[in-house]
Structure formats: C-alpha cells, structure tokens
C-alpha cells in the first residue's frame, strides 16, 4: 500500500509560510500584487483564474483579474500586458492559456516583463531555468518537487521518468529533476517500450493527459508516482492519468487526483509572486538611493 502524499496539506504549508512573509512585507508598507488576464469564456479557465485570486485574498496579496471578450485583438492584449508592465503595484502578471487561436501565445508570453513573469513560461525564464539559475520556477513543476520532497525520497541518483514533454510541464519537470541530480529520461507520444522505461522509475510522473494511462506493469515497486494529469472519466468525474487503484498497492508514495499535484500549482505562483514583489521592492529601493 502506498503512502498518498496529500496535496492540499504540502500546498496548504507552502501558503502558509508565504502568508507570514506577506505580513512581514505588509509592515514595510509592501502589498504583492498579481494580475491574471483571462480572454474569453473557457469555463475550466475560469475556474483557475477564480482559485487563482482566491489564494491570493488567502495570502494577503493584492490582486486584479482582467477580463476580455473572446474577440480581443492581440495588440489589445499586448497594451494591457505594457502597462501592468510600468505599474508599480502589480509585481506578478499571468495570462491563463489557453489564449483564443487568432492571438499568438508566444508573443504574448514574451511580452510579459521577466520580473513579473511569475508563471516563468517567457524565454528569458525558462533560459534561466536551463542554465540553473532560474528565480522564478514554473509552478507546476516547482509544485512536484515540493511534493517529492515531503515524501522524504532523494532524487539525487535515482531513476526519474518524466512522461511528457511539453514546455510548461513535461521539460521544465526533466531539468528540476536533473538540477537535483536524478538521472532524468523523457517520454513521449514516440517513445519505443513505454512501459519498460516507466518500470524503471524510481520517480515517475506522468503529465500526458489521459485517463487510466499509467497502469501498474509501467510501475516499480515502492517508486514514487506523481500525477500531473487532469482528465475527465466516462462520467464526467475529475481523474489524473494514473489507474490509481491498480497502481496504489504497487507504488511506495502516489499524488492523488484531484487533491495531489492541482493544489501545488497555485501555491507555487503565490511563492513566485511574493518572490517577485520581494525583488522589485529591492530594486525600487536601490533606484530611489535606499538600501
Ligand atoms: P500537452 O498535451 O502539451 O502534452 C502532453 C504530452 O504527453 C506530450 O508531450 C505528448 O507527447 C505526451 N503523450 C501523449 N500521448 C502519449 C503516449 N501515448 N505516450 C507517451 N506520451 C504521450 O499537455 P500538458 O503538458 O500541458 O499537460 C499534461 C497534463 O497535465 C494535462 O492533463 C493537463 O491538464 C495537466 N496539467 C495539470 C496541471 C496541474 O496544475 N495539475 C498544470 C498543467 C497541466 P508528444 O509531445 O510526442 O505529443
């Protein structure tokens, strides 16, 4: 029987510990500030946009939810991302994607300050990332490691499977894994004995997006099984891609979905945007001549 790492404790700590920060900078007259620009109407966006704003209330923190019709203009969308920019009261800016398909994710992304770009997706970020010296970690990912950590499992050595490998989850998973020195193979739609390689993992994590993927020939005894997936059942139920109930009795620790890696995620952007306003008090500080 595996240990379930419990998402919404490790989140709930991680919250805590930024609310006590934000309290400290309240008394330094600092409120973190963070804007998320929603455009259009996906419900599960709105959704995590409305979690988003509701953590922030929880921590302390000021923030500002734009929306705009499904028919704003990327040039629109880049005016509003040019002047949260220069406003000194918001230190964290997040557009929640998917964006409409007639604007272009990237160049929207790119335009976001690097000092706010508290979802760390911009290339001067994930640059940073790369070269081990990223300030800001992408929040899902960051979110993991937070979660392989309370399980008490080293990474340093191990066998660590990532399937997937998109930019915002699968790729910056494989590189915090690796900086903590885990010998790090990515899987994904082309990768030849797929089971084989996830049979090999001390850590596995799964972020594919498909229900019942992960089943418990892919697993090893006693590894740790982190599910990144959010899917939807046959019966419209929320589930992970891991067949939980056939790979729990196999694994040593397994997220549960929903309340296992979700959770992380917005804790991690309240770490992000509470680092960011600690950084931009700073440099504020040093332009004004204060130290
Ligand atoms: P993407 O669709 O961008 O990436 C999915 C990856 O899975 C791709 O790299 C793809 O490979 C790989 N894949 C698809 N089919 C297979 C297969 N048969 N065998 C091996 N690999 C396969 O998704 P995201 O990375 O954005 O998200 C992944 C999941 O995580 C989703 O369910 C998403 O909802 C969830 N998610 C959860 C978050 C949270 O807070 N918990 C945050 C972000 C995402 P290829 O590149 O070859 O196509």
Redesign the pocket.
């Known amino acids: 029987m595996a240990i379930i790492i419990d998402g919404k404790q490790v989140a709930a700590d991680v919250k805590a510990r930024v609310a006590k920060e934000a309290e400290r900078l309240a008394e330094l007259g600092i409120t973190p500030g963070l804007a998320v620009i929603i455009v259009g109407d996906d419900p599960a966006s709105k959704i995590y946009v409305r979690n988003k704003a509701k953590a922030c209330e929880e921590v302390g923190f000021y923030s500002e939810v734009i929306t705009k019709p499904e028919k704003t203009t990327q040039r629109e969308l880049l005016e509003i991302i040019d002047s949260l920019n220069k406003r000194a009261d918001i230190d964290g800016i997040l557009v929640q994607l998917p964006l409409p398909k007639h604007i272009n994710e990237k160049a929207v992304i790119g335009a976001i300050s690097p000092k706010k770009d508290v979802d760390a997706f911009s290339p001067f970020n994930v640059g940073k990332l790369m070269i081990g010296d990223g300030v800001f970690l992408p ?2 990912p960051a ?1 993991v490691m937070e979660l392989i950590k309370s399980t008490g499992v080293e990474v340093s050595g191990k066998n660590c499977v990532v ?8 790729k910056p998973m494989a590189m915090l894994l690796l900086q903590q020195s885990g010998t790090v193979t990515i ?5 030849e004995n ?1 089971a084989e390689v996830c049979s090999k993992a001390d850590i596995l994590v799964s ?4 229900p019942n ?1 992960v089943t418990a020939d892919m697993v090893k005894e006693g590894a740790v099984v982190i599910d ?4 939807h059942n046959e019966e419209g139920k929320m589930c ?2 891991v067949e939980f109930d056939e790979v729990e009795p196999k694994a040593g620790f397994i997220t549960p ?1 929903p309340g ?3 959770p ?3 804790a991690m952007l309240m770490d992000n945007t509470l680092k960011a306003a600690i950084l931009n008090a700073k440099s504020a500080a040093k332009k004004s001549g204060k130290k």
């Open positions: 929040c899902t979110g399937i997937g490998r998109s930019n915002i989850v699968g899987c994904h739609s082309k990768t797929l972020a594919v997006g498909r993927f990144v997936g959010i899917n992970g891609d979905v296992g890696v979700g992380m995620t917005i």
